[in-house]
């Protein structure tokens, strides 16, 4: 069959790259893609958000399966609307995805159903946002942006000074737009991130093998949040007792809650967890792949992932056997100078072909483009260099062998990717 894939950055490279695998795939296509993808599915001139465009061209090439990697589209009901034209597509409908649109929604949803998570308050005055923050004694605290907002919506504040910048810069200036209509100001939770992805298909959960990303966009975890400067899998804090614990107190009652609440789940669900010596809790929930965990994941993934798509959307999941590569993959995200905040486009990359000649090394396109015949940066994020190794620590150092390979004008990317776990 024909499958096409939405979006257009590294995990939708990895997506397609996956797809192309399957016996059952005949051609795959990516709306808009990018210079990377170009070289494993033909491009489709049409971007993720044009739902009408992206439903035209399904119906015109037949394609036998959609599969959506952001959450915009998502969001947006992509789902339901080519569902009620009689199209296969993979991912939760808008109803679902809110669990991702909304952080109050998801907030609630958790507190309703005694799912371990921050305590937290809302707000969307601004004045009692302030209000509520003169109040607090036990710094420091998180403020969220309410909606979507790239992977960036979220800020730890030290103090009170810098909870009203951060406050004014949301909701009066709009520094994420409407997402910031309403924050959440939660506690802060200490002890160590990790990544859980699960297929659901409303009755079955089929857990993924763990990763930890790295959000800050620089070395130690300092600077500002960013979609993710590198991830690896598996992660050693995720022990067989975390995955029990996580499992049992936070997919189940999740996927149980949803469909109490009318919105039953089918797709993937990406939980985000911090892991503390009181067990698991929500940092957030996200209603699609990873990025850049897709780009770890999927590499150490030895069943079909159609498969394990079709049975997602046909309520099968229970029937597939999840197989996996037991080698460790690492991958670091390398960005423009000044992401994530203003950066240049444009510069010329070179050693690409050099580093995807290493042993277990891929290169996924985050940000690229052809400019002249050249490949150059499109992006904040713009690579995500991938290796297999035996274990984590070889992993990483092919990763670093690869990354030395490629240049352009104005690199930045973070030295010490796995530094939890090595």
Known sequence: MKVLVVGGGGREHALVMKIAESDRVEKVYCAPGNAGIAVDAELVDLEDSDLSGLLAFARDEEIGLTVVGPEVPLCAGIVDLFTENGLRIFGPNRAAAELEGSKV??????????????????????????????????????????????????????????????????????????????????????????????????????????????????????????????AYSPAPIVTDRVLDQVSRDILVPLVHALRKEERPYRGILYAGLMIGKGGAKVLEFNVRFGDPETQVVLPRLKTDLVELMEATIDG??????????????????????????????????????????????????????????????????????????????AARDRAYEAVEKITWEGILYRKDIGYRAL
């Open 105 to 230: 929604f998801a907030k609630k949803l958790m507190q309703k159903h005694m799912i371990p998570t921050a305590s937290f308050r809302a707000f969307s005055d601004q004045d009692e946002a302030m209000t509520y923050l003169r109040t607090v004694l036990d710094w420091p605290v998180v403020i969220k942006a309410d909606g979507l907002a790239a992977g960036k919506g979220v800020v730890i504040v030290q103090g009170l000074e810098d909870a009203e910048e951060t406050i004014t810069s949301i909701m009066a200036d709009r520094q994420f737009g409407e997402a910031g209509r309403t924050v959440v100001v939660e506690e802060f939770l200490n002890g160590e991130e990790a990544s859980i992805l699960a297929f659901t298909d409303g009755a079955t959960i089929a857990v993924l093998e763990a990763s930890q990303d790295h959000k800050a966009a620089r070395d130690g975890d300092r600077g500002p949040n960013t979609g993710g400067m590198g």
């Open 316 to 393: 099968t999941l229970e029937q597939v056997e999840l197989e996996w590569d037991p080698r460790a993959a690492m991958c670091v995200v390398m960005a423009a100078a000044g992401y994530p905040g203003a950066y240049a486009r444009g510069k010329r990359i070179h050693g690409i072909g050099d580093a995807n000649a290493l042993e277990g090394v891929t290169v996924f396109h985050a940000g690229t483009r052809i400019e002249d015949g050249d490949l150059v940066t499109a992006g904040g994020r713009v690579l995500g260099v991938t290796a297999l190794g035996d274990d984590l620590a």
